[in-house]
């Protein structure tokens, strides 16, 4: 079964930091790029972070930069995203999506099941 | 960066009843758009991508069309389990972007 598995959540406090994984199974994890995603208590959802096949490219939201650093692990078929100086407004389910290049085009089709990270004194 | 705008942000409707919900690209996207599904305490869920593709195993009751800066997704013959939040993505501009989402009930 095709599957992403997050871990590492928790309660932090303003400033602190966490490392959420993200693990994958079912499929050849090296051969895609990945994406973080997050979403507010009742809010909408918003792309955080992505990171291409062999770490070439990454790229951040702009209210993540300089604080959050994603990485991969290709052979133990894993993500990860390194959060520093957190603040209440990263507080929220964290998922990670598979970018999937589809004949038509792309999607982010497959996503963990997420990681609540909440950030209070 | 690229903004999505869906509308309604509300939806209510019954058993049976056809819905559509618009996304609106603040500039030209192509065909670049994906639509979600997401129910309560639950990952998104892919329906339909690159505007009108049918993701595998989504019932044929949704559909898509469009292109450019506006999109529809069309749930035809609405079901209980289509209570949901359904949001539109575009994947044509960096950052990719997500719609505000749309509450359906039933």
């Known amino acids: 079964e095709v599957q992403l598995v997050e871990s590492g959540g928790g309660l932090v406090k303003p400033g602190g930091s966490l490392r959420l994984s993200c693990a994958a199974s079912g499929f050849n994890f090296k051969n895609y790029n990945m994406n973080w995603v997050r979403q507010a208590p009742g809010r909408g959802l918003e792309w955080v972070s992505s990171?291409?096949?062999?770490?070439?490219?990454?790229y951040y939201a702009d209210s993540v930069k300089g604080r959050f650093t994603i990485s991969r692990d290709n052979a133990q078929n894993t993500l990860f995203l390194q959060m520093n100086s957190l603040r209440a407004e990263d507080t929220g389910v964290y998922y990670c999506?598979?970018?999937?290049?589809?004949?038509?085009?792309?999607?982010?089709?497959?996503w963990g099941q997420g990681t609540m990270v909440t950030v209070s004194s | 960066d690229i903004q999505l705008t869906q509308s309604p942000s509300f939806l209510s409707a019954s058993v049976g009843d056809s819905v559509t919900i618009t996304c609106r690209a603040s500039?030209?996207?192509?065909?670049?758009l994906a639509w979600f599904q997401q129910k309560p305490g639950k990952a998104p869920k892919l329906l339909i991508y690159a505007a009108s593709t049918l993701q595998i195993e989504v019932p044929s009751r949704f559909s898509g069309r469009g292109s450019g800066t506006e999109f529809i997704l069309t749930i035809s013959s609405l079901q209980p389990e289509d209570v949901a939040t359904y949001y539109c993505?575009?994947?044509?501009?960096?950052?990719?972007?997500f719609g505000q989402g749309t509450k359906m009930e039933i």
């Open positions: 990171i291409t096949t062999i770490s070439s490219h990454i």
């Open positions: 993505q575009q994947l044509s501009g960096s950052p990719s972007t």
């Open positions: 500039q030209g996207i192509g065909r670049n």
């Open positions: 999506a598979r970018l999937w290049f589809g004949e038509s085009g792309d999607a982010f089709d497959i």
